[in-house]
């Protein structure tokens, strides 16, 4: 996981992703998902700031992939704080059933009741219109 500046514009963000995914597979790693989260709260300020621009990222690569890279990210000012950790076969299982669970889950449409409104509108103007002609 990876904590970006939050004064990254968003073509910056992007750049910054693909800097440091190109620096895994030019060493010989893959990466097996990304994940931009965008801007969020921070428990806590970093450097005075209150939010910062999440990005989170699973690769295979070599051992000494990890070493190089930390120290890319350490040198980069607009990365504020970052993450490495190894992941067992139960870690990778999981995040691989999140994600799976996370596409099945299909997104609510917003209700429109658009022909029921307009009949209703309809139904009303025609009682008016019975009860003007009644009288």
């Given at each position: 996981?990876?904590?970006?500046?939050p004064v990254l514009a968003d073509e910056e963000?992007?750049?910054?992703?693909?800097?440091?995914s190109d620096f895994i597979t030019a060493?010989?790693?893959?990466?097996?998902?990304?994940?931009?989260?965008?801007?969020?709260?921070?428990?806590?300020p970093i450097?005075?700031?209150?939010?910062?621009?999440?990005w989170l990222l699973q690769y295979?690569?070599?051992t000494d992939v990890?070493?190089?890279?930390e120290i890319q990210m350490n040198r980069d000012e607009n990365i504020m704080r970052h993450m490495i950790t190894r992941l067992d076969k139960h870690a990778l299982a999981y995040n691989d059933r999140r994600r799976r669970k996370a596409s099945e889950k299909p997104a609510e449409a917003p209700v429109?009741?658009?022909?029921n409104a307009a009949s209703t509108e309809q139904q009303v103007a025609q009682t008016e219109e019975t009860a003007a002609n009644a009288q």
């Open positions: 996981m990876v904590i970006f500046t963000f992007r750049n910054a992703q693909k800097k440091f060493n010989g790693g893959t990466l097996s998902h990304q994940e931009p989260w965008g801007m969020r709260s921070m428990a806590y450097q005075k700031k209150t939010t910062g621009l999440y295979d690569a070599p990890n070493a190089k890279l429109v009741e658009t022909s």
